[in-house]
């Protein structure tokens, strides 16, 4: 290989790992009936629902950039709370799947307490047997509930990362993130990099993510109680919005990646 190849397909741990992506539109296929079916019906497709290689290739696709961007950049950018973390702070990561953006934090931020949340029991489960690989569960609490469910309450951090826009009812979810946050506590809002039109997606991020929006997104967001699904490439226009319609009086971009957008809210 050469080094540009053995970069993008032999390390897991990179900041691009492409074999995730295969792993992930491999089990995204195997729905295609089911989705189909679901588009001529409207009743959507849970996540739940599709093959282990979504849950395993989201993971691995996500990851990389995760591990290249969470600590580096993405927690700096944000007001005041890298220090919170140093000192000790809590966290809930809402809609954590298998716990990999719950296990960095855990890692380079021992003196905080982490909650992760997902409504996937399967997942979760994962997540937990991963927890204890890294030597992180005495300080990570992994529970089964929903994003608008999730327990606890004065957290210094809630963040959701790539998850907002797969939720039926993302404005029940930002309330709820909302009421259980402290008295100076951020929401990390981290989504697929999208503009607030479809013509500025029309890119090769854009398709690829207006693909994965239509097999799994939009028919996840359907199939459960709402009415304010984001749709296919919410922008931050549409983020915005929704924030605000929370009671939530400060959003911004913090920062951004070829593949994501970055957003602190705060009370």
């Known amino acids: 290989m050469t080094e540009e190849q053995a970069f993008a397909l ?18 995204t296929l195997k729905a295609e009936p089911r989705i189909t079916e679901a588009f001529r019906t409207g009743a959507g497709m849970g996540w739940h629902e599709h093959d282990e290689g979504v849950f ?4 691995q696709f996500f990851r990389p950039g995760y591990i290249a961007n969470l600590v580096p950049s993405w927690i ?47 997942s979760i489960e994962i997540a ?3 927890a204890a690989d890294a030597g992180v569960a005495d300080r ?19 963040a959701t990362f790539d998850c907002l826009h797969d939720m039926g009812d993302p404005l029940a979810t930002a309330r709820h993130v909302r009421q259980a946050l402290g008295r100076n506590g951020t929401w990390l809002v981290v989504e697929p990099y999208a ?15 207006y693909s994965a929006s239509t097999q799994l997104c939009v028919p996840n967001a359907l ?20 924030v605000t319609d929370a009671g939530f009086t400060r959003f911004r971009r913090a920062a951004q990646t070829p593949f994501n957008l970055v957003y602190e809210a705060r009370l």
Not at 195 to 209: F, I, Q, S
């Open 128 to 130: 937990r047997k991963r």
């Open 56 to 59: 395993l290739g989201c993971e």
């Open 76 to 122: 700096p950018a944000l007001d005041g709370v890298e220090d919170k973390l140093r000192a000790g702070a809590k966290v809930a990561d809402i809609g954590c799947g298998l716990g990999a953006s719950t296990i960095l934090l855990a890692q380079e931020y021992p003196n905080s307490r982490f909650t992760g949340s997902d409504y996937h029991e399967q």
């Open 195 to 209: 503009e607030d039109d479809v013509t500025g997606n029309l890119n090769p991020v854009g398709r690829v993510y």
């Open 10 to 27: 032999a390390n897991p741990d990179g900041g691009v790992y492409v074999p995730g992506a295969f792993v992930l539109a491999l089990g």
């Open 140 to 158: 990570i609490a992994f529970e089964v509930a929903t994003a608008d469910g999730f327990s606890g309450t004065g957290y210094d951090l809630a």
């Open 223 to 242: 199939s459960q109680p709402g009415g304010y699904a984001l749709g296919a490439q919410a922008g931050e226009a549409a983020i915005r919005e929704l």
